[in-house]
């Protein structure tokens, strides 16, 4: 499976961002699964699942205060990677 994410270290804080699908994003429930599958490739860092609306807009879940760092910067600022995890 590939997922497109970054590993991110921002003001001593690392954690992953991944982009998922904007059915994944609808449910809180949803939301849970994604992240607890994939904790297994991002140990012990927060992840942030980001997803796009109909008109490309990002909108980010997870931290708060992540939330809000990503939110101020663009999209095309972040360093993505494919990653290949099975």
């Given at each position: 499976?590939?997922?497109?994410?970054?590993?991110?270290?921002?003001?001593?804080?690392?954690?992953?961002?991944?982009?998922?699908?904007?059915?994944?994003?609808?449910?809180?429930?949803?939301?849970?699964?994604?992240?607890?599958?994939?904790s297994v490739f991002f140990p012990n860092m927060p992840i942030i699942l980001m997803s796009t609306d109909k008109n490309g807009q990002p909108h980010y879940y997870g931290r708060r205060d992540i939330v809000e760092f990503l939110k101020s910067i663009k999209v095309e600022q972040i360093p993505w990677k494919e990653y290949h995890i099975y």
């Amino acid at each position: 499976m590939k997922i497109h994410g970054a590993v991110i270290i921002e003001q001593g804080v690392t954690f992953a961002i991944v982009s998922v699908k904007w059915h994944v994003t609808q449910y809180t429930q949803r939301i849970i699964e994604a992240r607890q599958e994939l904790s297994v490739f991002f140990p012990n860092m927060p992840i942030i699942l980001m997803s796009t609306d109909k008109n490309g807009q990002p909108h980010y879940y997870g931290r708060r205060d992540i939330v809000e760092f990503l939110k101020s910067i663009k999209v095309e600022q972040i360093p993505w990677k494919e990653y290949h995890i099975y």
